[in-house]
C-alpha cells in the first residue's frame, strides 16, 4: 500500500536539457527565477514579458 502512495505523490522529474521552454512573466519574480533555473539546466528559453 505504501509504495502505491509513495507512486502517486512522488513528484516525477523529467530532464529539460535541449527542450524548448517558454516562460511568461520573465521579467521579475517567479519568471526570472525559472528563467534562471531552467538555463542552468540547459533548456533552451523562449523569454515573454509585457514591459
Known amino acids: 500500500m505504501l509504495d502505491v ?15 524548448l521552454v517558454l516562460i511568461t512573466g520573465s521579467g521579475g519574480g517567479l519568471g526570472r527565477l525559472f528563467a534562471q533555473e531552467f538555463t542552468k ?4 528559453v ?6
Not at 502512495?5 to 527542450?19: M, N, Q, S, W
Open 41 to 44: 539546466h540547459g533548456a533552451e
Open 46 to 51: 523562449v523569454l515573454w514579458a509585457i514591459n
Open 5 to 19: 502512495i509513495y507512486f502517486i505523490l512522488h513528484p516525477r522529474t523529467k530532464p529539460v536539457e535541449g527542450e
